[in-house]
């Protein structure tokens, strides 16, 4: 519980802003299959950055190069903390102390999610670089300074391409050395690298990349990073204003002659090539350091003295030749070195120098040519005089080019001189070897199959030297073909015999794809200086092979024979093709198979043909049943069916086809259209009107049959697919339905008088429906409006006469006051007297609706309410006298008086 406490605390420490960043890389390491292995290299300023400033870990975000999406992070763990040394240690004051931090972790990169061709990069963004750099704004963060932070940056290729595993490391580059630069003073670095891969790698300056935002940890981002800002008079070409300028070689050697002191920020780019495609790309930012703290020294000086000269000479380019008849003692350089340093009393009058040879037109380890002893102590003007050999056979074809270096021991970089020799060494004589049989160069051998051919050959060398044999071809394997080249054993230097045969019997080998083959045998002698003497002779042979007649493939759908290419052929869906293919080899024979390309379609297609095989003929019977499922008209409507014939059992195995295309037209099956009836009570109503007045139901009952029964019945579908009318319909009650062979569904709406709109009582609309068959490819539909027009109950405007008067004496007669449903009294039953026919309300209707009845007393309190049509008074405990009446309809009033008399 402890440890893990200590772990989750050091998880949670706050970064800490700080002036601390000197520059660092990223590593990808392949370790095997998909693992690797990720670094992240920080160069920290022990004299100016705050230990809080060293953390514990990394958070580094990898994403994708094509869209830049994240695709994840990787937490690096600090695991070592170790110092920048000097090449002069001697030479330190410390003007410059530098640690190396290094945070690492394992991570695997699956083919399943890092195979985009584009690749993809890490990038961790830290701030902030020293607040004391010369050449660019470094300030301390806060307010309207320009801060600087490094975002350390990697790309790498996929992990595979082409469906094959792609394994790629990035460069390692050389550790920097802790060593300031004075000025006017050469200074030097090497910042080149080692590729585990062999890949080729591309160093170039480039101004180093700002972090996005001046936090000590800014948040994840994909980009664009943005560069560093250059202070007045320094940019990319001018980095430390030196005379040359910092520069970088293809090797990757850094450069520069300073003129000023500083600390200058730069970064280098290293693009890493493979096949001459670029895979990846690296980042290295660092720091140059110039004070003025070097002693004053002068560069050692060397000299060359070719044997046959009596002095050194002044030059710095000497040029040797040297005949092959020259022994080992005498192919040699005289060099001596002096340092006028060993004469100074504040060099105690001596100097410390040493010795280095660098290959320069070509690459190879050439130590071998220094003498044992490298370095010595001058004084007192004294020189380091040795002699330097060179090697019977030269290191190239041709002249090659050494640098011998004269290093001293100089603060804070030696002083060096360097004597440039170019050597021209004449390799021992050599013949080459040659052949004594075959006579000529060419050998050119035919065979009719079935035949062989064998000869021998002979090779000899004048110098008696090891003859070194070796075969080639034109692209194929002996064996395979037949060859054999067989070396007589045992051999002796200076000679070799053997013999070349050739079996060409197509009963063995395969002659199929080839019938020529080239043959090379190719010798080189092991002379002294394994110098390229190399010699051939060339074998072309060639087979031919017997006749073999081509099968023929016919069909019985038309009468004439051997068509290539039968139209015309046309079938509906759910009809049946069936036709007979018939393969012939009358004149050989062979053994033939029927059959037919792309198998797998027929499947698909719902068609059937039997695989047949026989000698001489064979037949088999393609069959169709046309079916919806199977075929997709709406792609195409043609199908193209080939059949092969195939004689591929000859002797030889030569193959021999026939092929014949039959091309068959796929119509869309035939197909009824289906009838759609709408009724109303029974009666059909296509394309009628009905009208209806609101508060009644519109029920509309649809029916749909289809008089197609084979192969099945067709499924039948009802759908409204249309409705309008002066006010848009709403309220209905419509489900569609489907059902096969027959189907029927409902139409069913009760409007009431909120359908009518702006003082308009009629309205008419329609509702269109579809009947729709789902026969492939021949779909047929019927559909049907019906009208309805919609119009307000028919009221009148004539003027009503209620009651005024009545008795409530419970006589039966006149017994209450009412103006519908009066009942006629038993001493009047004429139906023209009755009281309904002169009395009745006008008919409630959308415009006019009966509200309610109120009955006042002559001192208007109200006696009597109702809201109901039928209403009845039977002016229960009111004496008699005169009443008032008000009648209100929702558009109008009626008012009277009205008498109740015992």
């Known amino acids: 519980m402890k440890k893990a406490l200590v772990t989750c605390m050091l998880l949670l420490v706050i970064p800490v802003y700080a002036s601390h960043i000197v520059g660092g890389e990223f590593e990808l390491i392949h370790i095997s299959g998909n693992l690797y292995r990720l670094n992240l290299i920080i160069y920290f300023d022990q004299i100016n950055g705050a230990p809080g400033a060293k953390d514990a870990s990394a958070s580094v975000s990898i994403f994708r190069k094509r869209d830049n999406l994240l695709m994840g992070s990787v937490t690096l763990l600090r695991v070592s903390e170790t110092n920048v040394p000097y090449t002069q240690p001697i030479c330190s004051k410390g ?52 801060s600087a932070g490094q975002t350390f940056y990697l790309e790498f290729p996929p992990v595979v391409k082409n469906e094959t595993p792609f394994i790629n490391s990035s460069p390692r580059l050389f550790p920097p050395l802790n060593d300031f630069a004075c000025p006017f003073r050469p200074y030097y670095v090497d910042f080149a690298g080692v590729d585990d891969d062999g890949d080729s790698l591309v160093y170039s300056l480039t101004t180093p990349l700002n972090t996005t935002t001046p936090e000590a ?27 040359p300028d910092l520069r970088i070689s293809k090797e990757g050697l850094l450069t520069a002659t300073p003129r000023t002191q500083g600390l200058f920020v730069f970064a280098v ?81 001596s100097e410390f120098v040493s010795v280095r040879v660098i290959p320069l037109n070509f690459r190879k380890d050439i130590s071998s040519i220094l003498p044992v002893q490298t370095s010595t ?15 019977q056979c030269p290191f190239i074809n041709g002249p090659y080019q050494i640098g011998i270096i004269a290093f001293d021991d100089a603060c804070s970089l030696p002083l060096t001189d360097t004597l440039k020799v170019t050597v021209t060494t004449q390799p021992p004589a050599n013949t080459a070897p040659y052949f004594v049989a ?13 035949n062989s051919f064998e000869a021998g050959f002979e090779i000899r060398d004048a110098d008696g030297d090891e003859l070194i044999p070796f075969i080639t071809t034109n692209g194929f394997v002996l064996a395979d073909a037949g060859l054999q080249v067989q070396f007589d054993e045992p051999r002796v230097n200076g000679k070799i015999t053997g013999k070349i045969r050739w079996d060409a019997f197509c009963n063995i080998y395969n002659f199929t794809n080839r019938t020529s083959f080239e043959v090379k045998i190719l010798v080189n002698d092991r002379d002294v200086c394994d110098n390229n003497a190399l010699v051939f002779t060339t074998y072309k042979f060639q087979v031919v092979l017997p006749g073999n007649a081509d099968p023929v493939i016919d069909t019985d759908l038309t009468p004439a024979p051997n068509e290539r290419v039968v139209v015309g052929i046309q079938r509906r869906i759910n009809e049946t ?36 095989t026989g000698n001489g003929s064979v037949t088999s019977r393609f069959t169709w049943d046309l079916q919806c499922a199977n075929i997709d008209l709406t792609k195409h409507s043609t199908f193209v069916f080939q059949f092969i014939v195939t004689d591929a059992a000859n002797k030889c195995r030569l193959y021999k086809a026939d092929t014949v295309d039959v091309h068959v037209k796929v119509l869309p099956p035939l197909n009824a259209a289906p009838y759609l009836v709408a009724q109303h009570k029974s009666q059909v109503v296509n394309e009628q009107t009905l009208a209806f007045t609101p508060g009644e139901t519109i029920v509309l009952k649809l029916i749909g049959t289809d008089a197609d029964t084979a192969p099945e019945r067709d499924n039948l579908t009802i759908t409204l697919i249309d409705k309008g009318g002066n006010v848009a319909p709403s309220g209905y009650e419509f489900t569609p339905a489907t059902n096969k062979g027959t189907v029927q569904t409902t139409f069913s709406w009760t409007p009431g008088c909120e359908v009518f709109q702006n003082g308009v009582f009629q309205n008419e609309y329609f509702f269109t429906f579809r009947l729709a068959d789902d026969r492939c490819y021949a779909e047929k539909a019927d559909t049907v409006t019906v009208y309805l027009k919609l119009n307000d109950a028919v009221g009148h405007e004539k003027e009503f006469m209620p009651p005024n008067v009545f008795t409530p004496n419970d006589d039966g007669c006149n017994d209450y006051f009412a103006v519908e449903g009066i ?80």
Do not use: H
């Open 95 to 146: 003007e410059l102390v530098t640690s190396k931090l290094t945070y690492t972790s394992t991570l695997v990169l699956s083919a399943a999610q890092f195979n985009d061709p584009q690749g993809y990069f890490v990038v961790w963004q830290r701030c902030c670089r020293n607040y004391t750099i010369t050449n660019i704004f470094s300030d301390p963060p806060g307010g309207a300074s320009v």
């Open 377 to 391: 102590v001058l004084f007192n003007g004294s020189t380091f005089d040795f002699r330097i050999c060179f090697p």
């Open 438 to 450: 075959p006579t000529l160069p060419v050998t050119e051998v035919t065979l009719l199959e079935g």
């Open 823 to 902: 009942g006629p009294c038993s001493y009047n039953s004429d139906p023209a007297q009755n009281p309904d026919a002169w009395v009745a309300f006008p008919p409630d209707n959308c415009q006019a609706r009966f509200e309610s009845v109120k009955i006042f007393n002559r001192w208007g309190n109200r006696v009597f309410e109702s809201s109901d049509r039928k209403f009845r008074w039977y002016a229960p405990n009111q004496p008699a006298g005169v009443y008032y009446y008000v009648i209100k309809f929702t558009n109008k009033e009626y008012r009277g008086s009205l008498s109740v008399r015992f």
């Open 577 to 612: 093709l069936t036709f007979q293919v018939t393969g012939t080899d009358v004149i050989d024979q062979d053994l033939l198979v029927l059959d037919v390309t792309k198998r797998d379609s027929l499947a698909l297609y719902g068609a059937v043909f039997p695989a047949a």
């Open 269 to 349: 780019k290293i693009d890493e090539y493979r096949n001459g495609e670029k895979i990846g790309e690296s980042r290295r930012d660092f720091q140059m350091l110039v004070v003025d703290a070097c002693p004053q020294a002068e560069p050692p000086v060397i000299a060359g003295k070719k044997l046959t000269d009596a002095n050194y000479s002044t030059s710095k380019n000497i040029a040797l030749t040297f005949a092959n008849t020259v022994t080992d003692a005498n192919r040699c350089l005289d060099v001596r070195i002096s340092d006028p340093d060993s004469q100074k009393p504040e060099s105690q009058f």
């Open 217 to 243: 940890l800014p948040p994840v981002s994909p980009g664009p990073y943005p560069l560093v800002v250059w202070k007045p008079g320094y940019n990319l070409g001018n980095i430390i204003n030196g005379q």
